[in-house]
Structure formats: C-alpha cells, structure tokens
C-alpha cells in the first residue's frame, strides 16, 4: 500500500502564494515520477506539473513561470510551489505518483484564489 497526503491548501487571493507539500509513505520503489494534478469545478483533472526521478520537470502552460515542483527524496515528499495565483487556479489539487507497481493518488487539497 501507498499513502499520499496533501497539505498546504487554503484561501487566497489573486496575486498570493501557496506552497502545496505531498508526503508519500508504505511500499515506495523506484518512482518513476511525481505530479500535480487539478481538478477545478466541473472541469476535467489536468496535469499541472511533473517531475521526474532524474530531476526533469514539465509543466501544463497555463502556470509555466508561476509554479515550481521539486522534490526532497530524503523525505519522500514533492512540492509544488505557487506563485502569481489566480482565480482560474481554483481547483482541488491531487498528488500522484507513479512506480513500476502502478500509480497512487492523495486526497486532494483545496485551493481556492479569490479575485
């Protein structure tokens, strides 16, 4: 089993950050990656931001220069910092993370800007 927990979720407004933290725990072996997901009102989940276990990063353009993913291998725990939020980044959001024995999913952890 893995568990995914999110935290770091809030209110806030247009313009202001939030840093997003996603401790992962259980049968952890080689991941593979890391990523953000979002899923805002009656909208589909999208990828947002993805980092690999070489380091390599990738983000949806909608938050290109605005969020930054890193992880802390040491502590099993990926990030998602974000910066300039707006109100379109209103959105539940997921970690996930994927090794060679599938891939797992958190709870998801509110984000709400208001404008």
């Known amino acids: 089993q893995v568990q995914l927990v999110e935290s770091g979720g809030g209110l806030v407004q247009a313009g202001g950050s939030l840093r997003l933290s996603c401790v992962a725990s259980?049968?952890?072996?080689?991941?593979?990656?890391l990523n953000w997901y979002r899923q805002g009102p009656g909208q589909q989940r999208e990828s947002v931001a993805a980092?690999?276990?070489?380091?390599?990063?990738n983000y949806a353009d909608s938050v290109k220069g605005r969020f930054t993913i890193s992880r802390d291998n040491a502590k099993n725990t990926v990030y998602l910092q974000m910066n300039s939020l707006k109100p379109e980044d209103t959105a539940v959001y997921y970690c996930?993370?994927?090794?060679?024995?599938?891939?797992?999913w958190g709870q998801g952890t509110q984000v709400t800007v208001s404008s």
């Open positions: 980092i690999t276990s070489g380091g390599n990063t």
């Open positions: 996930n993370v994927r090794m060679i024995t599938g891939s797992y």
């Open positions: 259980g049968s952890l072996f080689t991941i593979a990656s």
